[in-house]
């Protein structure tokens, strides 16, 4: 896996906009709760240390995540977010449902950044062990849910510079 040699918190924070004043929407999964309360929280901090307040952090939680794609549509349609972040684990099993909810998700994700001309950053880990997935929800190699907020930011950030 690519994160084996990087950890997911490692970044320049002289690269990374300031957040005050944006708005973000945050779509939890439910699903394997230890790992994505872990993501959604570097996900808060990240923003929260790059100026963001805490009013314009706005949580909402789905039951899994193949429900993610239609939460951050949801979100996407009040229009009053700069982005919204997908956050989900979905672990390898022994059968297929990890291909189809994996696929399904990061198709429906891209496909909402183009259709409402908004970030909405995948944030959803696809390991192949529980391990896996705690290494990078804090563990080892860093926080998933970090690298999300920086990319949303960062995101956000080129769309308010690109319309201004």
């Known amino acids: 896996m690519a994160s084996a040699l990087k950890n997911l918190s490692s970044y320049d924070a002289t690269t990374v906009p300031s957040a005050k004043g944006m708005r973000f929407a945050i779509v939890v999964s439910k699903w394997n709760t230890e790992i994505t309360e872990a ?3 570097g996900a808060k901090e990240t923003f929260l240390k790059f100026g963001a307040s ?3 952090i706005v949580r909402r939680n ?3 995540s193949f429900e993610l794609t239609l939460g951050a549509q949801l979100m996407a349609e009040r229009k009053e977010f700069d982005a919204v972040i997908c956050i ?3 672990i390898q099993g022994e059968t297929k449902h990890f291909d189809f909810i994996c696929d399904a998700v990061a198709k429906g994700i891209t496909d909402l950044n183009i259709k409402y001309n908004l970030p909405v950053i995948f944030g959803v880990l696809t390991p192949n062990t529980i391990q896996q997935a705690l290494d990078r929800a804090g563990g080892v190699h860093g926080n998933k849910g970090d690298e999300a907020a920086i990319t949303a930011i960062k995101m956000a950030a080129l769309k308010n510079e690109l319309e201004a």
Do not use: M, N
Request: without cysteine; hydrophobic residues 40%.
């Open 39 to 41: 993501l959604y929280e």
């Open 54 to 56: 805490e009013a314009d």
């Open 62 to 64: 789905v039951p899994g």
């Open 88 to 90: 989900g684990v979905v």
